[in-house]
Each structure stands twice: as C-alpha cells, then as structure tokens.
C-alpha cells in the first residue's frame, strides 16, 4: 500500500507532466502498463522509453488529476485529463481511469481504461473540415 505522500508526490510529478520521471520513479522495474484490454507492456525501461516516444510526439502536455484518488489496500485508482497538442498542431483530449496495483512504495501494475476514440487527434482550432 503506498503511503499518501508518495502516492502525492507521483501525481505531481504527473501534473508538471514528468510522465517519463514518474515511471522511473514510481514503477517497480518489473512493472506492467495496459491500454484498455491491448497486450500489457512489461518492464520500466520499456514503459519509459514508449512514454518518451509519445512526449517527443507532443508540442505540449496538461496532466490533470481529477479528485478522490480512490485508495483500497494496494490498489489504486486516479481519474485523469490530458490534452496533448501534437507538433502539427492537432489536439487530443483523453480522460481515462489508471487502475493500479502496488507493493509498497512501486507500482507493479496499471490499466487505462478510456473511450479509445478520444486518441483520434482533433484538427487544430480554427481549421475546417
């Protein structure tokens, strides 16, 4: 179970949108991360570098946890809102629910789950379709 001030700290870290730091920080290195019901990727050097992949992609991010975290033992649930406005300017707007499982002071496993059309980047403001 983690303490409250760390399960603080990683949303924070989160929130400066430190996602890549945050796994390093926050995951054990056996760690699993799942997308809705697609295959877990497995491993914290993998879960890192797939991160860098997506902030690379990314012109800017806002991270914003939405509360009550939702804490029961080892598990853990955080309702989440990202924006993302991509490098050509379009824009994805995502909320989706992190399932979590820790032990002690890592996360050993999570699952999104979220309404896989809301991936589908927007046009950017003020173009037409």
Same mark, same amino acid.
């Given at each position: 179970m983690p303490n409250p001030d760390t399960l603080e700290r990683f949303i924070a870290l989160v929130e400066q949108n430190a996602h890549d730091q945050a796994i390093e920080d926050f995951y054990a290195a056996h760690a699993t991360m799942q997308e809705?019901?697609? @295959? @877990?990727r *497995?491993?914290?050097?993998? =879960? &890192?570098?797939?991160?860098?992949q997506v902030m690379a992609r990314a012109a800017s991010i806002k991270s914003r946890c939405v509360r009550p975290v939702l *804490?029961?033992?080892?598990?853990v649930v955080i309702r989440w809102r !990202?924006? !993302? *406005? /991509?490098?050509?300017?379009? *824009?994805?707007?995502m909320e989706e =629910?992190? /399932?979590?499982? /820790?032990?002690?002071?890592?996360? &050993?496993?999570?699952?999104? !789950?979220?309404?896989?059309?809301?991936?589908? @980047?927007? @046009?950017?403001?003020? &173009?037409?379709?």
């Open positions: 809705n019901q697609a @295959p @877990p *497995v491993g914290r050097d993998q =879960l &890192v570098a797939g991160e860098r *804490v029961h033992g080892d598990h !990202f924006r !993302f *406005v /991509w490098r050509d300017e379009s *824009v994805t707007e =629910l992190a /399932w979590q499982r /820790w032990e002690g002071e890592r996360i &050993v496993s999570e699952q999104f !789950f979220y309404d896989p059309a809301q991936r589908t @980047p927007q @046009p950017p403001a003020g &173009v037409a379709i």
